[in-house]
């Protein structure tokens, strides 16, 4: 799955569902930062939501390869054997379990607006570089949020971004791209009303 000197993007979510802006993303990140792939994670669930009606990993899954639709982008419910929806957690696991991979966690900038609200997020910064990628009306409060305060000193301009993964952490950088206003909860709302 991995080799030692990849470089391998990690969008993790619960997707739900998976849309045409998650395989953006996933194409201007393979691309700018010149990895070797992006592994979209879906998760068990996320910790911050209800969780009450998402439809099982398997499924999600299932849906996330219609759109992924790219050799170098890989669905995986991968969770390390944690059976934990923290992305500390899985991080931790996949750098046991793939020594030597140059990991970047990829986030959107309203992810990052919100960051200081997951578990152990300082850590975070401190295990892999940070790739985030804009997001319509968040590329300031991304910025203005507490995470990026803390972690101002680390911040690596976008034009430096494809030498990204090979930075120890912390680092991180924001990537200006084509907009689009998907997301998965407008994805659902069009889905239950034409249903």
């Known amino acids: 799955m991995a080799a030692p000197g990849m470089r391998i993007g990690l969008l993790g979510g619960s997707f739900d569902p998976a849309h045409e802006a998650h395989r953006e993303?996933?194409?201007?990140?393979?691309?700018?930062?010149?990895?070797?792939?992006v592994w979209w994670l879906v998760t068990p669930g996320n910790p911050l939501k209800d969780v009450s009606r998402l439809p099982g990993v398997a499924d999600r899954m299932a849906d996330a390869e219609k759109i992924?639709?790219?050799?170098?982008?890989?669905v995986t419910g991968f969770d390390g054997g944690t059976g934990s929806g923290y992305t500390v957690d899985l991080l931790l696991a996949l750098k046991r379990r793939f020594p030597g991979v140059h990991f970047v966690w990829?986030?959107?900038?309203?992810n990052?607006?919100?960051l200081h609200?997951?578990?152990a997020w300082p850590e975070i910064f401190g295990l892999v570089p940070i790739?985030?990628?804009?997001?319509p009306g968040y590329r300031l409060k991304a910025r203005a949020g507490q995470a990026a305060q803390r972690f101002a000193p680390y911040y690596v301009d976008e034009t430096d971004a494809a030498g990204l993964p090979l930075l120890e952490p912390p680092a991180w950088t924001i990537l200006s791209r084509k907009l689009s206003g998907l997301s998965s909860t407008a994805v659902r709302k069009t889905v239950s009303k034409s249903g």
């Open 106 to 110: 990829l986030m959107g900038a309203d």
């Open 131 to 135: 790739a985030v990628l804009d997001r």
């Open 112 to 114: 990052l607006a919100g």
């Open 25 to 37: 993303i996933s194409l201007t990140a393979l691309k700018r930062l010149g990895l070797d792939q």
């Open 68 to 74: 992924a639709r790219h050799p170098r982008i890989k």
């Open 117 to 119: 609200r997951w578990r």
